[in-house]
């Protein structure tokens, strides 16, 4: 199993400009959440799933999107992106509720400028 | 939301030490999770405590639930290089997600 994966490992963008983060596992996890972490700050929620077809937002969802079609895939979608988005991306998926571990994919470092 | 706060920030240990990590919730907890995150790494999950005073022991690390399940501790004894990264605990707020403390950040002085 390669676990939680996550496309690209690093992306610099414009101010402005729009991408995906992509995230795939292959654990037949339910549950899947995006993080952003900021240097030296913990992990903020930005958007979770419990399944395909359903999704809500976490603390920080303000600039994003995502969708859950598949039970494998969550991406993660940059509208105008500013500086203020500069940050680490981590995909996790956990088998059920909290009561599971999550497991966390290498991240995406996104710069904006 | 639930919080979950950690203290210290920062600790900076002398290698062979003991170092101990706290997390403090002012709600009851259903139970706590920790995980430890390399520099440059992702979080990598340790361990998850669920009852009422529970310890649990990983070699060099012991993990503790308080008796009112609002806080928890990581005692690391004997400390090594390998222990440096950031440690994290996680509880879950009453629905389907983590809220994630601000981290413990240990370095190691040889």
């Known amino acids: 199993n390669a676990g939680v994966t996550q496309t690209p490992k690093f992306r610099i963008l414009k101010i402005g400009q729009s991408m995906t983060l992509q995230c795939t596992q292959d654990?037949?996890?339910?549950?899947m959440y995006w993080y952003r972490q900021d240097p030296g700050m913990g992990l903020k929620l930005i958007y979770y799933?419990?399944?395909?077809?359903?999704?809500d937002k976490g603390e920080v969802p303000n600039g994003y999107n995502v969708s859950r079609s598949t039970t494998e895939d969550f991406p993660l979608r940059l509208e105008l992106a500013a500086p203020s988005q500069t940050s680490v991306y981590f995909c996790?998926?956990?088998?059920?509720?909290?009561?599971?571990?999550?497991?966390f994919g290498p991240g995406t470092r996104l710069t904006v400028t | 939301g639930q919080q979950v706060m950690q203290i210290p920030q920062y600790q900076h240990v002398q290698e062979g030490e003991d170092f101990t990590t706290y997390c403090n919730s002012s709600?009851?907890?259903?139970?706590i999770q920790w995980y430890k995150q390399r520099p440059g790494g992702h979080p990598v999950f340790l361990i998850q405590?669920?009852?009422?005073?529970e310890v649990k022991k990983q070699k060099r690390l012991t993990f503790q639930f308080g008796e009112a399940k609002k806080n928890s501790s990581l005692h690391i004894t004997a400390t090594q290089t390998t222990d440096v990264g950031t440690y994290f605990c996680?509880?879950?707020?009453?629905?389907?997600?983590?809220?994630f403390g601000a981290g413990t950040t240990v370095t190691v002085r040889a």
């Open positions: 654990m037949n996890h339910n549950y």
């Open positions: 405590l669920v009852k009422s005073g």
């Open positions: 996790a998926s956990s088998y059920s509720d909290p009561s599971y571990e999550q497991y």
């Open positions: 799933s419990v399944g395909a077809g359903i999704t």
């Open positions: 996680a509880a879950p707020p009453g629905d389907y997600k983590l809220s």
């Open positions: 709600t009851t907890l259903s139970n």
